[in-house]
């Protein structure tokens, strides 16, 4: 079992930045690929960015690649996702997502085993 907390969202004018936390509990953490997904109001849940098991290989959406970094500590079961050059465009809910098993193409909601309850981030023009 894998239980997720995010945080660290809220208002920001675009340009600004943002770190976004994610506070994850549970023996299988260090095996899991975890990734950040958004939401924006009527539209489906899309893939952000994802970070291996060591941390050292990483694969983000096009429309964030060079702005946002994702990144993890295991030694204290953190997870984050550094947003810089906010742009209203990136305006959803955030969610902080772990999928078991050994880095693949887990680039869909149905690829991820455990979720956490999302946080709000809202560029403004």
């Known amino acids: 079992q894998v239980q997720l907390v995010e945080s660290g969202g809220g208002l920001v004018q675009a340009g600004g930045s943002l770190r976004l936390s994610c506070a994850a509990s549970?023996?299988?953490?260090?095996?899991?690929?975890m990734g950040w997904f958004r939401q924006a109001p009527g539209k489906e849940r899309a893939f952000v960015a994802r970070i291996s098991w060591s941390g050292g290989l990483t694969d983000y959406t096009n429309s964030v690649k060079g702005r946002f970094t994702i990144s993890r500590d295991n030694a204290k079961n953190m997870v984050y996702l550094r947003m810089n050059s906010l742009k209203p465009e990136d305006t959803a809910v955030y969610y902080c997502?772990?999928?078991?098993?050994?880095?693949?193409?887990?680039?869909?909601?149905?690829?991820?085993?455990?979720w956490g309850q999302g946080t709000q981030v809202t560029v403004s023009s």
């Open positions: 549970g023996r299988t953490f260090t095996n899991a690929v």
């Open positions: 997502a772990a999928a078991l098993g050994p880095w693949a193409n887990q680039k869909t909601v149905s690829d991820y085993n455990y």
